[in-house]
């Protein structure tokens, strides 16, 4: 039960970025999600090439991207455990 109040995400970083390279993600959707703190997250969405109002798609090589691993006081951008889980294939 304990399980109930694990945060599925964790902050985006160099390997989650390398290893979406590795496994052929070409782009990149940020969504922002809504919170009361006051530190902006924002969702990065692998493979997803269709945005909705507001949101941003990125070719995963850009440099866009890359800005995206500098830390940030106020912005966290952040990976859902459900893309961090390999293909099998």
Do not use: C, R
């Amino acid at each position: 039960m304990e399980d109930e109040n694990k945060n599925p995400y964790v902050q985006f970083n160099a390997q989650i970025l390398k290893d979406w390279k590795d496994n052929g993600v070409d782009y990149i959707k940020l969504v922002e999600l809504v919170t009361d703190l006051p530190v902006k997250f924002f969702e990065l969405v692998p493979n997803s090439e269709i945005p909705d109002a507001g949101e941003t798609i990125y070719h995963i090589d850009s440099e866009d991207i890359t800005e995206l691993l500098e830390p940030l006081k106020h912005v966290k951008f952040l990976v859902h455990e459900i893309y961090l889980e390999e293909d099998e294939d």
